[in-house]
């Protein structure tokens, strides 16, 4: 069994996913670069390879069981434990528009679409992944949410996030974050630490070019997240060192 620290970064390809692979990988940490398609993973990882980083690309798509099976077997054969997760994968439904308020008409096959890659695809691969992270002397897991799914938030008319209401992008962001609550409270008797991470407006696919940060700031809480030591916190929300409320 390696001593050096394992990673599973979901979505891993492009934008944030990227970013945070390369900022675990300059930390000496073996990252697993998750991606629906290889070929495309493949490119990105050799894009990180050429930095001299331990960056590997793994076929992840966190909807498909088979997906699912295959990374939990080829961590465990390979490696014998994980010891950080990363779950950056996510949506935003092509049908629903991000910068409205979309509870009047989103569809129903929108909401399920969205909650089947940001709340159940993350679920599913954490609780397979669980075994092997328990066999980490240090396990840390972050659920990459958004300040978009706090509640507090949202009902705040202070605050920014009451302009942007895409029903089922926030939604299941609400919902990762009780995720993440519920079971950083099933781990408290064991080293493992669950947080959620807002990456902040970022400049991705998902974000546009009109967001204000850079990807490479973007990354940060994450990753920050993912090496805490042992007296880090654990069922919180942070975006950098600023814990944000539910």
């Not at 075994?131 to 938030?153: D, E, Q, Y």
């Not at 940060?213 to 090496?227: C, Q, Y």
Request: aromatic content about 4%; overall charge neutral; some cysteine.
């Amino acid at each position: 069994m390696t001593k050096q620290k394992i990673a599973l970064v979901t979505g891993g390809n492009k934008g944030l996913g990227r970013e945070t692979c390369r900022q675990l990988a300059r930390w000496g940490i073996t990252v697993l670069m998750g991606a629906r398609d290889m070929k495309k993973g493949g490119q990105a990882a050799d894009g990180l390879k050429s930095e001299d980083l331990a960056v590997e690309p793994v076929q992840l798509d966190v909807t498909r069981a088979d997906h699912i099976a295959q990374v939990k077997a080829l961590i465990e054969n390979r490696f014998g434990r994980l010891d950080i997760l990363v779950n950056n994968a996510g949506i935003i439904h092509p049908d629903e528009p991000m910068f409205a308020n979309s509870a009047e008409h989103v569809s129903l096959q929108a909401l399920r679409e969205t909650f089947e890659v940001n709340f159940f695809g993350q679920v599913a691969l954490t609780q397979a992944l669980l075994p092997l992270i328990r066999k980490s002397p240090a396990g840390r897991i972050v659920n990459v949410s958004s300040i978009l799914g706090s509640l507090t938030l949202h009902s705040d008319e202070s605050s920014a996030a009451t302009q942007v209401k895409p029903l089922a992008y926030d939604a299941s962001k609400t919902a990762l974050n009780q995720f993440t609550v519920h079971l950083a409270a099933s781990l408290k008797q064991t080293p493992i630490k669950v947080n959620a991470a807002h990456p902040g407006w970022v400049k991705t696919d998902l974000g546009s070019q009109r967001a204000p940060m850079e990807v490479e700031d973007g990354a940060k809480t994450a990753v920050r997240l993912a090496i805490i030591g042992p007296d880090g916190p654990t069922g919180k929300f942070f975006h950098l060192d600023e814990e944000i409320p539910w």
